[in-house]
């Protein structure tokens, strides 16, 4: 009896917060809700400042759409007069430094004129949640200034990255046997021999493959046990071996030019340059630019495919004829 008294007591209680979080919600022009939750004193944002902020999106029952603060990588901004009901420009310039708000903005304002969009947990009348935080407000000039000096230190960082290349791949096969270098650069090395035929330009390979940096972070499987191992298992995502059209431009050149050397069913370990790779461009978290890859690697089938036809040369005949007679050359008289 006292236990019902007291869920009774916490219901009612809970019940009383929200009404009271409701009735406290304001209204912009835009027909968007808002609650600032934790306001700080300062000076307000104004229009063309930068602001970097925290963002999470879930719905009404709390599931998580979004969230930079799960990321651990906040959002950057320049605050513009607002167009549209999401882009939550209104509701910036109401906030400090350090505020927090929460924001519902109607699904139906959202999805309006793209009814195909919506997701059916978003039913008529229902709001997407918005939860944000200010964590830097900038001028646009002191945001131009930093990301200058930001971009120069990348930059320097870079070459530092492409002059090095070189000679941490040579610290890395320094102590390997049996590595072979291409007159490209790829680096290769038979782990397993075979003597079943090699592919042709144009074949279908099925392969497995461990992909890792020098310093041997796995970035990419195609075998299940070894994203186990290394940490980087993504759920959902099917583990199983990789087809591709060699000498196609499917895969990075490395490839390409790797598995022509290989017989089926061998196995082998790629060091590739990043001029045969991703060269200066970075690649997800863990290739930066000018990052030699690592790949060991296991050819296990070729289907045949269209090869293509390269033309023979024709012999050029020698025209058959006679001869050209010499005419005699009369004496001269003395």
Known sequence: MKFHFFLSGFLLLTFCGLVKAQSTLKTTANGVRYQIVDA???????????????????????????????????????????????????????????????????????????????????????????????????????????????????????????????????????????????????????????????????????????????????????????????????PGRPYEPLQFVVKNGEVIQGWDEGFLLLNQGSKARFIIPSKLAYGSNQSGPDIAPYSPLVFDVELLNIKAGKHPVVPKKTPVKKAIGKKPVKKPVAAKKK
Not at 64 to 82: C, Y
Request: hydrophobic share 40%; glycine share 4%.
């Open 40 to 234: 700080h004193p300062g000076d307000r944002i104004k229009l063309n400042d930068v602001i970097t902020f925290n963002l999470a999106i879930k719905t009404e029952r709390d599931s998580v759409l979004m969230s930079s603060f799960l990321r651990g990588k906040p959002f950057t901004a320049q605050v513009q007069p607002s167009k549209s009901v999401d882009d939550l420009m209104d509701i910036f310039t109401l906030l400090t430094l350090k505020d927090s708000v929460r924001i519902l903005v109607p699904a139906d304002s959202l999805f309006k004129g793209r009814e195909q969009d919506r997701p059916p947990f978003l039913t008529k009348g229902a709001s997407v949640v918005y939860l944000l935080k200010i964590e830097k407000i900038q001028s646009l000039e002191q945001a131009i200034t930093e990301k200058k000096a930001a971009d120069a230190k990348a930059l320097e960082a870079t070459e530092k990255l492409k002059t090095d290349e070189q000679a941490r791949i040579d610290r890395f096969i320094a102590n390997q046997p049996s590595i072979k270098t291409t007159a490209s650069g790829l680096h290769y090395q038979i782990i397993k021999p075979s003597v079943k035929p090699k592919p042709l330009p144009g074949d279908t390979l099925v392969v497995n493959y461990i992909g890792k940096t020098l310093e041997g972070k796995v970035f990419d499987t195609s075998l299940k046990e070894e994203a186990e191992k290394a940490g980087v298992l993504q």
